[in-house]
């Protein structure tokens, strides 16, 4: 299974350049094939071969697209790297086509090739490499998801939101874990979805929602004034005793409706809004605050801005990290963040993780903050000693 790599374009001169390169940076085993065919041909030959291919978009015969499509047929498990003197959305856009298959997309390339660019990816590649080795993630079935219910294993983590202009700890997202007796901590892509078609979503969301503002009656106690947002599906809203529930768990835990927010994703789509409008007025009628949650994505969409009233506005971190060295994300972001300042909303960029994020949501104005540049999703209790660390480390960024 020896590693190797393989470049496939139909320009000879092109495929000598990038050879060099790759020896340059070290790489010893390096093939190359000027069609489509051929490399096919090679794959066939080596199926133990765990290959990186750099495949060129415009050949001649097979392009690109048809070789990715034979890369699927073939059930391909190695890497790949496209590049092409194309625009660069095209690009993007073959990536996404790849990342749709769930092959091993490490980036692309544009021409001319930068040696920094090339050894970027090259990182990427043994970093992918190892993690391999490491066992497959797998789900849960109902039968667990429901014992992990039942028997309390399921625990809270909160990641905190901050205020941008001030630096203020204004909120915290509760995020559901499973402290799995043999497996250790689980993370919700692993038992979320199985709760959601099991029927088990209810049950989870209303274990979460009281513990979260048992929390949150505890923060108020100690002097923190948070809002504490919680995240429920769509499935959750169609149960039409869910806003009564909510609102005397509010009154139990003697927490202000004005300090829950309630996040809303819808990952299906949903076309008898009856019972969700009913339940999501109710709670609007008294005051708890609505999230839509990953904008822009799935069916967050403008239908559903025209529908609910939501009081905040939470941009997917698909259109925030890198957005202030990208075009398209740039534009996105600005306009999501236009439709939250005219509809009176409150906008919270997610996924924000490094400091040029961060100066760039400066720069836009955004409301709030959340991701790792700020903090990971963590226990109650090690929050305290965050933010002792945060407020040093904002002050050091004014
Ligand atoms: O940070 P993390 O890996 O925990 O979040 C993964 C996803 O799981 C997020 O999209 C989040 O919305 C979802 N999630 C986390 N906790 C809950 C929960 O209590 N209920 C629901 N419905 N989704 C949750
Ligand atoms: O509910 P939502 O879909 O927003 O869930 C947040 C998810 O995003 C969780 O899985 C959380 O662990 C993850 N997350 C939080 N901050 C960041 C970040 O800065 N970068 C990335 N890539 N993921 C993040
Ligand atoms: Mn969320």
């Not at 690009?91 to 040696?115: C, D, F, S, T, W």
Request: aromatic share 8%.
């Amino acid at each position: 299974m020896s590693p190797s790599i393989l470049l496939v374009d139909d320009e000879p001169f092109q495929l000598k350049l990038l050879a060099r390169q790759l020896v340059n940076l070290g790489q010893n085993s390096v093939e190359t094939c000027t069609s489509g065919q051929e490399a096919l041909g090679m794959l066939d030959a080596q199926p133990t071969t765990r290959w990186l291919i750099f495949l060129d978009l415009n050949m001649p015969d097979m392009d690109g697209v048809k070789f990715i499509r034979q890369l699927v047929a073939r059930s391909y498990r190695g890497a790949l790297v496209l590049f092409s003197g194309e625009d660069e959305r095209i690009l993007e856009m073959a990536v996404r086509l790849g990342q749709a298959h769930q092959l091993m997309m490490l980036g692309h390339l544009h021409k001319p090739i930068q040696p920094e660019v090339l050894q970027i990816l090259l990182g990427r590649w043994s970093e992918q490499m190892s993690e391999m080795v490491q066992e497959i993630p797998r789900t849960y079935g109902a039968a667990a998801v429901q014992r992990a219910i039942a028997n309390g294993e399921l625990v809270n983590y909160y990641q905190p939101k901050v205020e941008v202009a001030t630096g203020a700890f204004v909120g915290v997202e509760t995020l559901v874990r499973w402290q799995h007796p043999d497996d250790g901590l689980v993370f919700p892509d692993r038992f979320i979805s199985v709760a959601e078609t099991h029927g088990l979503i209810d049950a989870l969301t209303r274990v979460v929602l009281i513990e979260a503002l048992a929390q949150a009656r505890c923060w108020r106690d100690a002097g923190l004034a948070l809002r504490v947002a919680v995240n429920v599906s769509m499935d959750n809203l169609l149960q039409l005793d869910f806003a009564d529930f909510v609102l005397d768990q509010l009154v139990d835990a003697g927490i202000a409706a004005q300090d829950l927010i309630l996040e809303v994703t819808e990952s299906r789509l949903m076309t008898d809004l009856r019972i969700p409008l009913d339940v999501l007025t109710r709670l609007r009628l008294k005051h708890i605050s609505l999230s839509i949650d990953d904008f822009g994505t799935g069916h967050s969409s403008l239908a559903q801005l025209r529908d609910i009233a939501f009081s905040e506005l939470k941009i997917d971190r698909g259109f925030v990290h890198n957005a202030n060295q990208d075009n398209t994300k740039h534009a996105i972001f600005s306009a999501s963040l236009g439709i939250a300042r005219q509809l009176e909303m409150k906008a919270v960029a997610e996924g924000v993780e490094d400091r040029a994020d961060w100066e760039f949501l400066r720069q836009q104005d955004c409301d709030l903050a959340q991701g790792y540049f700020v903090a990971k999703a963590m226990p109650a209790a090690e929050l305290p000693c965050w933010l002792l660390e945060w407020t040093g480390r904002y002050a050091a960024l004014r």
